[in-house]
C-alpha cells in the first residue's frame, strides 16, 4: 500500500460531514476527540476511510500554530493507517471519521504519532462492535 494521503481520502462534502457529527459515534483518546460512523451504501466510495483533521482556533489563536498541529496529525495517520485499511478492505466497510486536536499545548510528533496508532486500533475495535 502507498503510504499517500490523497485528495479522495480527505473528507470534504458537506452534507456528509454534518450528518457524522449529527449522527456519528464518539470517543477520546488524549490529545483527540474522535468522531467517526460507518458510511451509508448508498454513496460509493472506493477507499475504506475518508477522514477530517481538526485544530480549534479557540485553543491555538495562530494559524501557524493550527497548521503544524494539523501537518504533524496528517503526517501520523499518513504513516499509520495501513493498519486499520487492511482490517476494513476485509471486510468490506466503509467509515467516515473526523479528528479533533483538543489539547490546549503543541505536543511532539512522536506522541501524536503514538497516540494517532491507539486510535486507529480502539476505531478497529469499535467497528467490530458495531457490525457484530
Same mark, same amino acid.
Given at each position: 500500500?502507498? %503510504? =499517500?494521503?490523497?485528495? &479522495?481520502?480527505? $473528507?470534504?462534502?458537506?452534507?456528509? /460531514?454534518?450528518?457524522?457529527?449529527? #449522527?456519528?459515534? =464518539?470517543?477520546?483518546?488524549?490529545?483527540?476527540?474522535?468522531?467517526?460512523?460507518? +458510511?451509508? +451504501? #448508498? /454513496?460509493?466510495?472506493? $477507499?475504506?476511510? +475518508?477522514?477530517?483533521?481538526? *485544530?480549534?482556533?479557540?485553543?491555538?489563536?495562530?494559524?501557524? +500554530?493550527?497548521?503544524?498541529?494539523?501537518?504533524?496529525?496528517?503526517?501520523?495517520?499518513?504513516?499509520?493507517?495501513?493498519?486499520?485499511?487492511?482490517?476494513? &478492505?476485509?471486510?468490506?466497510?466503509?467509515? *467516515?471519521?473526523?479528528?479533533?486536536? =483538543?489539547?490546549?499545548?503543541? @505536543?511532539?510528533? &512522536?506522541?501524536? %504519532?503514538?497516540?494517532? /496508532?491507539? $486510535?486507529? %486500533?480502539? $476505531?478497529?475495535?469499535?467497528?467490530?462492535? @458495531?457490525?457484530?
Amino acid at each position: 500500500m502507498r %503510504q =499517500t494521503f490523497s485528495k &479522495d481520502e480527505r $473528507l470534504r462534502s458537506h452534507r456528509m /460531514i454534518s450528518k457524522l457529527f449529527a #449522527e456519528g459515534s =464518539t470517543f477520546f483518546i488524549k490529545p483527540f476527540r474522535i468522531t467517526w460512523m460507518k +458510511q451509508s +451504501q #448508498e /454513496i460509493p466510495s472506493l $477507499l475504506p476511510i +475518508q477522514v477530517m483533521m481538526s *485544530v480549534p482556533k479557540y485553543n491555538f489563536r495562530k494559524a501557524v +500554530q493550527r497548521n503544524l498541529i494539523r501537518r504533524r496529525m496528517k503526517e501520523a495517520y499518513r504513516l499509520n493507517k495501513h493498519t486499520v485499511y487492511s482490517h476494513l &478492505d476485509e471486510k468490506g466497510h466503509h467509515l *467516515v471519521l473526523c479528528i479533533t486536536y =483538543t489539547a490546549k499545548e503543541i @505536543v511532539s510528533f &512522536d506522541l501524536i %504519532q503514538e497516540k494517532i /496508532i491507539l $486510535l486507529l %486500533q480502539r $476505531l478497529s475495535e469499535e467497528n467490530e462492535k @458495531v457490525s457484530g
